[in-house]
C-alpha cells in the first residue's frame, strides 16, 4: 500500500501562485497513476488533474486547463501541482490520489489510495 502527504497549501491572494507537493511511500511510486483533486464546502470532489504511470500522460480538469501543471519526480517518489493565475473560486481542499492502473480517471471512486488534504485558500 502507498502513503500518501500533501503539503504546499496556504493563503494567496487572487492571481498569485502556489505549488502543492504530494510525497508517496510504502509502494513502487511509478506503478501509480496519480490524481489530483479538490472539494470546496458543500461541494462533491472535484477532478483537476492526473498523470499517468510510465509515460507521465497528464490530463486537466476544465478548471484546472491553461493555469494548473501536474508533473512527477520519480527519483523523490513526489508527484506537483503548479497553480498559476489562482482565483477564489480554487478554494478548497486539496487531495493527492493514487491508483494502479495506466488509465487516467476522473472519477475519485476509482482512485484506491488518498492523502489528508491541504487547504488552499484565494483571497479577492
Known amino acids: 500500500q502507498v502513503q500518501l502527504v500533501e503539503s504546499g497549501g496556504g493563503l494567496v491572494q487572487a492571481g498569485g501562485s502556489l505549488r502543492l507537493s504530494c510525497a508517496a511511500s510504502?509502494?513502487?511510486?511509478?506503478?501509480?497513476?496519480m490524481g489530483w483533486f479538490r472539494q470546496a464546502p458543500g461541494k462533491e470532489r472535484e477532478f483537476v488533474a492526473a498523470?499517468?504511470?510510465?509515460?507521465?500522460?497528464?490530463y486537466y480538469g476544465d478548471s484546472a486547463k491553461g493555469r494548473f501543471t501536474i508533473s512527477k519526480d520519480n527519483a523523490e517518489n513526489t508527484v506537483y501541482l503548479q497553480m498559476n493565475s489562482l482565483k477564489p473560486e480554487d478554494t478548497a481542499v486539496y487531495y493527492c490520489a493514487a491508483v494502479q492502473t495506466s488509465i487516467i480517471s476522473t472519477t475519485p471512486l476509482v482512485y484506491d489510495y488518498w492523502g489528508q488534504g491541504t487547504q488552499v485558500t484565494v483571497s479577492s
Open positions: 510504502g509502494g513502487t511510486f511509478n506503478s501509480y497513476t
Open positions: 498523470i499517468r504511470r510510465g509515460a507521465s500522460i497528464t
